[in-house]
């Protein structure tokens, strides 16, 4: 029985008017478990309950709409500022011998599939730590930031590579990712300590790569 049916009425008119368990708690000044029991197997609230639950449901879809396209407009406004700056950078480092050894590495080594990450596979240990010079120095990227992992062949020593690996790159064990094996035999002596993977997740730095090249190649042409 409920004992405050002045209360009660009060509720059930609100919550026939779509008003949520919260926020008729409030109204009466109960508990938001008070509203509960009370309203509980009401046929009136039970519908209220689902249309609440469609309309939320509605609402946080527009939200999460409207929340993506923010996300949208910030990442195009980004990597037009990331190209926008490429162009003015390029002018002054275009003359470093550094600068054009990481572009062609890139251009000729990298991986242009995967949008959100830079990544440069290679067999020679001399060209990774190259990379990571350039890296650094033209990209702006803090050498911790920098992850390294290698694909291994059939029979070669995962330890062996790592150490010789990590010798060559001076990257810490810390920022190696899991390796991979490949179920083949090694078909070169090169590819004794496997390929070596250096990552960049960074989908604006690798918008700037992009324009970089664009614009090196350009002046290849003339």
Known sequence: MVRNEEKFEQALQFRTRGFTLEEIAKICDVSKSTVS???????????????????AGQENAKRLKLM???????????????????????????????????????????DFKYEKQ???????????????????????????????????YKGQSEEASMKRWK????LPYSQFYKNQYINTKKTKDTLHNGVGNT????????????????????????
């Open 37 to 55: 029991k009370w309203l509980k197997n009401n046929t009136i609230s039970e519908s209220v309950t689902k249309q609440n639950k469609k309309r």
């Open 68 to 110: 993506s396209k923010t996300r949208d407009g910030e990442r195009a406004h980004r990597y037009k500022e990331a190209i926008r700056s490429a162009e003015t950078e390029y002018k002054h480092y275009k003359s470093s011998p550094l600068f054009v050894a990481g572009l062609m590495l890139y251009f000729t080594q990298g």
């Open 118 to 152: 830079d990544r440069l596979p290679y067999t020679k240990n001399k060209n990774q730590p190259i990379y990571i010079q350039f890296a650094t120095e033209y990209l702006g990227v803090p050498k911790l930031s920098i992850h390294f992992w290698i694909l291994l």
């Open 167 to 170: 010798a060559t790159t001076t």
């Open 199 to 222: 990552i960049i997740g960074s989908t604006v730095l690798k918008h700037k790569l992009a324009k970089w090249i664009e614009l090196s190649l350009k002046e290849l042409a003339k």
